[in-house]
Structure formats: C-alpha cells, structure tokens
C-alpha cells in the first residue's frame, strides 16, 4: 500500500497534521510513541496554551492522547531508520519494517542527544539504529549500546541475548534489571572508532573498549542520517511559511523547523503542513503523476 502521506512524530505537530488528515479523509501512516510527547509530558506547567490554564505536562499530553483515542488514529510505535526519495513517493524504513508514502511530514522534534564523532560515517559499517534488523549480525560478539529512553529496554535484552557481552550507555536514570552480561558503563562514550568497521568505542577518560559494533538506541535519528538532502539552516529544517522543504512533497513542522519551541507553534505548523500535503497530492492528481 502507498499511503497519501507518513507523519514522523507524535509531538503536538505531528498530531494536529494527524487529525487535519484525518478530517480530510487522507490514508496516512504515523510513526511514534504512543505516549506521544516526553517533552509535553515532563513540563511542570504550561500557562501559554489556549485553553489550558496553568496546565501540567501531563495533565495536556492526557488530553493530546483522549484525542488520539477519540479520532480512533492509529500510531505505529517504530523508530525510523531512514527516509529515501523514490520519483514520487517516499520510502520508510522504521524498524524492521518498509512504507511507503507518496507525502513525508517531519515532525521529529529536537534530538536531546547529537550524534557521536565518528558515528555518522560508520553507518552499515558497524553502527546501527535497529536491534531487530542487525542484531543477528552481532551474534556471539561484542557490541556497545548507546541508548536516551527506557523504553528501548526491550531491544536491549533482545541484543544480549544475541551478543557475548553488550557495554550498555545509558543517558537515563532507574535502569530495570537487564540480563548478566549486560554491563553498565558508569562513564559516557565520546566517539565511535575504527577504520573501514567499527572496531572500539572511546570514552571521555581517553580509554577505548574494544567491540564489534554499535547501536544507538535514540528517540530520533540525526536528520543527517534520516533523510540526508534534506535542507537544514542553523541545525534545522529550512521550510517555507508553507511548511514546504526543498524536497518535491516533503514537508516539516514543529521543533524540527526552529524557534521558538512552543507547544502553539508546533500545533499551527502541523496544520499548515496537512494542508500543504493536501494541496500537493491535489495537484498530482490533477497532473496525473
């Protein structure tokens, strides 16, 4: 099935382009947490929202998700792994798993954690961001996992149980029992090492331990790995007032796009992005592309 548009991120951006979809009747697919936004949910209180007083993050990111529920929009709990242009369609690999989509709406957020030196250019040459599609590759090896949110755990497990020994960076706090060749690294990695293939992950002491590969378990993906021609200016995502990128049928919104970092801005934008999707696949129609 090639869906008329796939929205990347659960944010408030990418659920007011879900619901403008959703009214307008578009066969979308939309990609990420089913807790929607860490951010909404972690502010200790929001007093610029229309129509929320004073409102705690979670008490909003409640309402965001009684209104996922409501519409009956279903969210596809994958982490994406790339976007790559195909003509006039766009193709997703989110997990182990292929989409396609004639429309892409970036709505990914502000990655809390940038790539690690080295880590970009060994991309397919040891580093990975999906345990389920690499993972059989690393069997009885030695790998580093380098990972933002608890909820990844499950994908940590499923690597120590295919790896001799995985050293595990966590940047979160209240680790869950993990199996016991897991180990925990106290100190933080600092780069990825190695000449053709991954061979050692350096930490910020100066010393390497020596693996055979690398995952990085995040919330995103750097933009560079996601989709690489995509324009950016000052670290984000140039767009136009249309949401439009340089990108024939790929638009942004939200965070992704600049500042300022507002729940409002992110919801107007991600309207405005559904609109230009549908405006755009109008006039495909019309060309008959």
Known sequence: MIYDAAIIGTGPAGLSAALTLKANSKQFLWIGSRCLSDKVAKA???SNYPGFSNVSGEELNAAFRKQVEDSGIQIVEQMVNSIMPMGSSYAIMAGSEFYQAQTVILATGIASNGTLPG??????????????????????KTIAVICNNARFEHEVKYLAELAKTVYY????KGICNLPANVRIMEEKASGVLGDQRVSAVALRSGSTIAVDGVFCLRDSVSLATLLPNVATEKNHIAVDRAMV????GCFAAGDCTGRPYQYAKAVGEGNVA???????LAEKEKRGV
């Open 44 to 46: 200790e209180k929001i």
């Open 119 to 140: 880590e970009q250019e060994k991309v397919g040459r040891g580093v990975s961001y999906c345990a389920t599609c690499d993972g059989m590759l690393y069997k009885g």
């Open 169 to 172: 960076f966590a940047g979160y």
């Open 245 to 248: 990128t340089n990108l024939p």
């Open 274 to 280: 559904a609109h230009s999707v549908i405006e755009y």
